[in-house]
């Protein structure tokens, strides 16, 4: 059983920066593919970016690319989101997950409980 702590959420004005981490136990990431994806209020949970077990390749949605970056730190068991000129439009819960295969939705995986961003106009 893999459990997932997702933290470094909070308060931002339009421009700024967060950097989320998730923290992961019972497992290691070499193990599983991670990610993060968002459900704001209202709508549908989105996919927001993945990393293979090596980290050697990574996966964003469009609305991300060039302002995320994910990344892992195995000897850490840590992966982050590095996020960049945020817009209100980001603003959400973000859950990080990790999955046994290749994945943009996780739904056979294991979840953190999420942690809320948001970001002001």
């Known amino acids: 059983q893999v459990e997932l702590v997702e933290s470094g959420g909070g308060f931002v004005q339009t421009g700024g920066s967060l950097r989320l981490s998730c923290a992961a136990s019972?497992?290691?990431?070499?193990?599983?593919?991670m990610g993060w994806l968002r459900q704001a209020p209202g709508k549908e949970r989105e996919f927001v970016a993945a990393?293979?077990?090596?980290?050697?390749?990574?996966y964003y949605a469009d609305s991300v690319k060039g302002r995320f970056t994910i990344s892992t730190d195995s000897p850490k068991n840590t992966m982050y989101l590095q996020m960049n000129s945020l817009k209100p439009d980001d603003t959400a819960v973000y859950y990080c997950?990790?999955?046994?295969?290749?994945?943009?939705?996780?739904?056979?995986?294991?979840w953190g409980q999420g942690t809320q961003v948001t970001v002001s106009s």
């Open positions: 019972g497992g290691t990431f070499r193990s599983y593919v």
């Open positions: 990393v293979t077990r090596s980290g050697r390749s990574t």
């Open positions: 997950a990790a999955d046994s295969q290749l994945t943009t939705t996780f739904t056979t995986g294991y």
